[in-house]
């Protein structure tokens, strides 16, 4: 089967933020804020490894590519700062 015969996959829903694992949730919501992976892991005292990993997931499970992809589907609506009463600082590194 040549690629151009093979069905063309269906992009998948806008990602349901109440379904998500709470660590994808709160990896994905700071990585839509723009933090990187060494930012994200330091917010959420975890590894950078780990960041990565539950992004590879949330782009498998979404069928998307890119941050800017998981900010069109995720950003889509209000963030996690905008409903609750914690903000990050812009680097996510208040703390340190």
């Known amino acids: 089967m040549t690629p151009s015969q ?3 996959r269906q992009p998948r829903p806008p990602v349901c933020r109440h379904t998500s694992p709470p660590q994808e949730h709160s990896i994905a919501e700071l990585v839509v804020q723009g933090l990187t992976n060494r930012e ?3 917010h959420l005292f975890i ?3 780990t960041v990565q990993y539950h992004l590879t997931r949330i782009y498998s499970k979404f069928a998307i590519r890119s941050r800017t992809e998981l900010a069109r589907v995720y950003g889509a609506g209000a963030s ?3 409903t609750t009463e914690w903000a990050i600082h812009p680097l996510g590194m208040e703390d340190f």
């Open 80 to 82: 996690h700062a905008e």
């Open 6 to 8: 093979r069905p063309r």
């Open 40 to 42: 994200t892991a330091r």
């Open 47 to 49: 590894a950078e490894k």
